[in-house]
């Protein structure tokens, strides 16, 4: 049991070519199949169960089954991976709806989308800036909002505004709000997290229609947003798997933070964001973490499995320690043991996690991260093997007696 100790444990030649509209199918993922990036081909899964009886005070065993099975091979992670996303779609947030029909069209830097389902569409645009010159295709970062990270010349920029897909305005205003409830009801589960997710499967779904035109290449995008779309971002990378590079900053508490951390912290009187007071602010979760956010104890996950949904692509994860507010031995911790799924798949040269001070929020390091995150665009998107090192995990400030072991004791498999 936890107690309020310390001790603890150029654009291609479109200029005579300014539109083009494609449409798909419907066919497409489900919310509850299997992301399918751990590896290790199919597997029979073990069912999982439909109500849990959890409590647990430490971070979850990524490696057991809610059945109480165990993962042991890479075929069984891929199982558990798609258990972990039907978890936390169940109790935190929402669920994904599967691929709508999907039409696209492409003018200027426009990349204009319809989603049609039920008998109902909507429609929204993103714009694409800095597409690079030569061959191509070249690579991209979606930035929710705009971008706060520097995007380097040969990757183009998608400015996502996930506001107009699901707002954020309020708690009080905003639930149901947003195109994604105009297609699926107000009353959809979904919380805006998991509608901006929706809206980043559908960039790409519209850039694989569009790749002739726009001369992206969908199989090398990137997601970025800072604090509330940090978190936005995280959860774009787990729950789309086309995402190539995730790239939260600042994401803080209902990103990299992990809800068990953030309590411990709060007892010890930190003053961080926890999970009570994260939905008396805004929509981001599902109403049915309500159930939770006195009981975090009792959720199947926390954070690092957020982690683990993104594994073994690649994730580099910017924290800031000057502020308590996003806790610091939260998201500390937290990518901690998220790391340690990288280190079960054989894949920590593809996990980053970065905690420095110095900056105000969301106005990014790059005397301190910028070599960092380079290293990942690089490497990950522009296809430099030498870019630098991608295997990071690292705090500038001193967290006192934090003792990632205890909060993780469980023993990491080897499912390469
Ligand atoms: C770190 O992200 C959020 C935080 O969760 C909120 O409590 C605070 O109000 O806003 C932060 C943010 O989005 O700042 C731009």
Not at 175 to 192: I, N, P, Q, V, W
Not at 356 to 362: D, K, L, M, Q, R
Not at 370 to 389: D, Y
Request: aromatic residues 8%; charged residues 10%.
């Amino acid at each position: 049991i936890r107690t309020t100790s310390t001790t603890q444990p150029a654009p291609p030649p479109i200029t005579t070519l300014t539109t083009s509209t494609v449409t798909t199918s419907t066919a497409g993922p489900t919310s509850t199949s299997s992301p399918g990036n751990g590896g290790g081909g199919p597997a029979t899964c073990p069912s999982t169960p439909s109500s849990l009886s959890v409590s647990v005070s430490t971070l979850n065993d990524p490696f057991t089954f809610a059945d109480g099975s165990k993962v042991t091979s890479a075929a069984l992670w891929d199982c558990r991976q798609s258990e972990i996303s039907t978890l936390f779609q169940r109790y935190e947030l929402g669920t994904l709806p599967p691929k709508p029909s999907v039409s696209a069209s492409f003018s200027g830097s426009t990349l204009s989308i319809t989603a049609s389902t039920g008998g109902k569409s909507i429609s929204f645009s993103v714009t694409i800036n800095n597409r690079p010159s030569g061959p191509g295709p070249h690579p991209a970062i979606i930035a929710y909002g705009m971008a706060s990270i520097p995007v380097p010349a040969g990757v183009a920029t998608i400015l996502f505004n996930n506001d107009d897909i699901a707002a954020q305005q309020s708690a009080s205003a905003s639930r149901g709000r947003g195109k994604f409830f105009d297609l699926y009801g107000s009353s959809h589960s979904a919380g805006a997290l998991t509608a901006w997710a929706w809206g980043v499967g559908r960039i790409i779904d519209a850039l694989e229609l569009t790749q002739a035109q726009t001369n992206i290449d969908p199989t090398r995008i990137g997601v970025t947003g800072c604090s509330r779309n940090g978190k936005g971002a995280f959860v774009a990378g787990a729950l789309e798997p086309r995402i190539a590079l995730t790239l939260p900053q600042e994401s803080g508490a209902g990103g990299s933070g992990c809800w068990r951390i953030a309590r411990w912290q709060k007892q010890n009187g930190n003053n961080v964001q926890d999970a009570p007071q994260i939905i008396t602010e805004n929509v981001w979760f599902s109403t049915s973490f309500n159930n939770y956010v006195n009981n975090v104890n009792g959720l199947p996950f926390d954070h690092h499995l957020l982690a683990g949904l993104v594994a073994p692509r690649p994730l580099y994860v910017m924290e800031n320690s000057d502020m308590e507010w996003l806790g610091r031995q939260s998201t500390y911790g937290c990518m901690g043991g998220g790391r340690k799924v990288y280190q079960a798949l054989g894949a920590l040269d593809k996990f980053g996690y970065s905690q420095v001070g110095g900056n105000s929020h969301c106005s990014f390091p790059s005397a301190k991260q910028g070599s960092e995150l380079s290293a990942f665009i690089g490497k990950f998107l522009l296809k430099n093997n030498n870019a630098g090192s991608t295997s990071i995990y690292r705090t500038e400030q001193n967290l006192g007696s934090f003792n990632l072991d205890s909060w993780c004791p469980w023993t990491v498999p080897t499912l390469a």
